[in-house]
């Protein structure tokens, strides 16, 4: 009887220390959660190109995918086993074959999404600096996900810093980091994404009217309240600046597919299935600049076949574009998903009269 009541003893001491270490551990994030203000503004690049009315213009959007996330690998809250890469190298690796796509396509403006700073699951590499030093452009940084530790799966994630980087040979006036509403409530949103636009504003030659720039990337896994209120924000601020006269284009991963597109079918609705999005969701004067040439996401519930018959694959990444902004041609480039999950997409535009 003694050895039992010991025993429990000692069981219930266990539990109670593991419920106070998880005690301390929610409230140090909770402290420490990062808490942004609505509009917070961000430091210009170093473009001097100008920009004027009649002019034509490359654009292209690309989610990076922390440089951790090429052809196989897997990742967790898709479905695999993955936290990170098993080595520094491979993000160097792929860090170096994401530039050089970004080179060969010889953009004006460049939207990344997923590009770590100060991060466990890249090595603490600074991302936006290597895009930087490569490219010879300074970016614009909008943080979407800083934690000192997120504390899921085993092993851990740990730390993070990432966000949006948007680059650009053309001048820029002002940049500012937009926050979009959040997906998720207490304690889970401590060590969650902090998701926002980055907007960047670019002057036009002869005139008092605007370029704006949106970069985002939306909601991912919530159960769909969350991207629909960051859509319904997207909307209204595109709106706004379409009344002002400006010309507007938003670009990024809208974590949705296309109203329409039916071309890269699901094949196991028990995987993650994107929400779908539609010309009800943008205002009047707007228009999707969006391909399905190739998919430009797979899913990462293992590493890449090699084909889309056996690898789940979407379009969740392109463009709106407001309607004085002539759509020339929009493009998804082909790269075998070999560096990241995502497919970039390349814009051709003119700024119409």
Same mark, same amino acid.
């Given at each position: 009887?003694? %050895? %039992?009541? %010991? &025993?429990? %003893?000692? +069981? &219930?001491?266990? $539990?109670? +220390? $593991?419920? !106070?270490?998880?005690?301390? =551990? $929610? &409230? *140090?994030?909770?402290? /420490?959660? *990062? /808490?942004?203000? +609505? $509009?917070? +503004?961000?430091?210009?690049?170093? &473009?001097? #190109?100008? !920009? #004027?009315?009649?002019?034509?213009?490359?654009? =292209?959007?690309?989610?990076?995918?922390?440089?951790? !996330?090429?052809? #196989?690998?897997?990742?967790?809250?898709d479905g695999g086993t993955k936290v990170q890469p098993e080595s520094k190298e491979l993000v160097e690796n792929n860090l170096k074959g994401i530039t050089s796509i970004l080179e060969k396509q010889d953009a004006d403006i460049y939207f990344l999404q997923e590009v770590d700073r100060d991060s466990k699951r890249s090595y603490h590499i600074d991302e936006q600096e290597y895009y930087e030093d490569a490219l010879g452009l300074t970016g614009m940084f909008a943080c979407n996900f800083k934690c000192d530790y997120v504390p899921y799966p085993l092993p851990p994630i740990g730390k993070v810093k990432s966000g949006l980087v948007t680059m650009t040979s053309l001048e820029v006036t002002d940049a500012s980091r937009i926050a979009l509403p959040e997906s998720f409530s207490w304690p889970v949103k401590t060590c969650n994404l902090k998701r926002c636009m980055l907007e960047t504003r670019v002057p036009l030659e002869g005139t008092d009217k605007e370029l704006v720039l949106i970069n985002f990337h939306l909601e991912a896994y919530d159960s769909g309240e969350g991207k629909i209120a960051q859509s319904r924000m997207l909307a209204e601020k595109l709106e706004a600046e379409y009344e002002k006269g400006n010309y507007v284009i938003a670009g990024g991963d809208f974590n949705q597919t296309f109203e329409g597109m039916d071309k890269y079918p699901i094949h196991n609705k028990d995987n993650w299935v994107p929400g779908i999005v539609g010309t009800e969701d943008i205002p009047d004067g707007f228009s999707f600049a969006v391909s399905d040439n190739v998919p430009t996401c797979r899913l990462l519930n293992g590493p890449y076949s090699g084909n889309y018959e056996d690898s789940q694959v979407y379009v969740l990444d392109g463009f709106i574009v407001s309607d004085n902004i002539k759509v020339n041609q929009v493009e998804n480039i082909n790269t075998d998903f070999e560096y990241t999950d995502h497919q970039p997409v390349r814009m051709e535009g003119t700024l119409l009269n």
């Open positions: 009887m003694k %050895k %039992k009541r %010991k &025993g429990l %003893k000692i +069981a &219930g001491g266990i $539990v109670i +220390a $593991v419920i !106070l270490i998880l005690a301390v =551990l $929610v &409230g *140090y994030l909770t402290i /420490r959660e *990062y /808490r942004p203000e +609505a $509009v917070e +503004a961000v430091e210009t690049g170093n &473009g001097t #190109d100008s !920009l #004027d009315i009649g002019d034509s213009f490359t654009i =292209l959007t690309y989610n990076t995918g922390y440089a951790g !996330l090429s052809k #196989d690998e897997d990742f967790f809250m």
